[in-house]
């Protein structure tokens, strides 16, 4: 994902001295990370999943901070809404959805107000897309496992993310940008729908880089970089 940047790092300081390892969250088993595996909002969603085609669900997350606007919550709830396709909406701590949003959307939604379980949701074989705020952890965790992202930053560096992602790498879709620009519930709702299609340019770019994350950590670059700052620690102790 930042190969020019860690490129001119090396050319800044020498190119034996940037050492790029990562992405680590590969490394984990595809039962583990943020929360206990056991934990109910874990298995119900998974569950829920299981029941999906694949590449059939969007899935929606701004993160465990960020908190939106009424008129964006709105917004979303009205766009997933009017697509017609499968979602699953993680909603923030101080969003109130629509009283009775659940009841019309049915069994083709799924609300999960708390902690979901981001990296095993963005693994399962019914994700098609993540529309994301473009936190750091949430680019990398996407990016690595081949998920196409719409982008709608909302404060801080997110705005460079999405910048990076889109215009730069072309994996990811542009939706929204913070909670001025807001699109209409109509053009969210049509670009849902054509996340879902996995012939697009930007899905098959995403792919590409996970498979370049894979090999990186198993025996790639991560590894001889890794490999390479660790005997440079010990020759320092020498």
Not at 204 to 233: C, E, P, W, Y
Request: proline share 4%.
């Amino acid at each position: 994902m930042e190969g020019d940047y860690i490129d001119y790092l090396k050319g800044e300081y020498g190119p034996d001295r940037v050492w790029a390892v990562g992405p680590l969250k590969l490394l984990e088993d595809e039962g583990s990370g943020s929360g206990s595996s056991s934990t109910p909002a874990r298995h119900d969603v998974m569950t829920w999943l299981d029941q999906r085609r694949d590449g059939s669900v969007v899935f929606v997350c701004f993160g465990s901070w960020v908190s939106l606007t009424e008129n964006t919550v709105n917004v979303i709830a009205a766009g997933l809404e009017r697509s017609g396709v499968n979602f699953v909406w993680r909603v923030g701590d101080n969003d109130v959805v629509p009283s009775d949003f659940e009841e019309r959307v049915g069994c083709r939604g799924y609300v999960i107000k708390g902690w979901a379980p981001q990296m095993q949701i963005l693994r399962h074989r019914a994700l098609a897309s993540f529309l994301t705020h473009c936190g750091w952890n949430s680019a990398v965790e996407a990016t690595s496992v081949g998920a196409p992202m719409l982008t709608w930053p909302i404060t801080g560096d997110q705005f460079i993310t999405a910048k990076l992602l889109v215009d730069h790498l072309g994996v990811a879709f542009r939706a929204g940008e913070g909670n001025r620009v807001v699109p209409e519930p109509d053009k969210l709702a049509q670009i849902l729908r054509e996340s879902l299609d996995n012939t697009r340019p930007e899905i098959v770019r995403v792919k590409k880089l996970s498979d370049a994350a894979f090999v990186a950590i198993k025996g790639g670059s991560s590894n001889g970089d890794l490999d390479d700052l660790a005997t440079r620690l010990v020759e320092l102790k020498k």
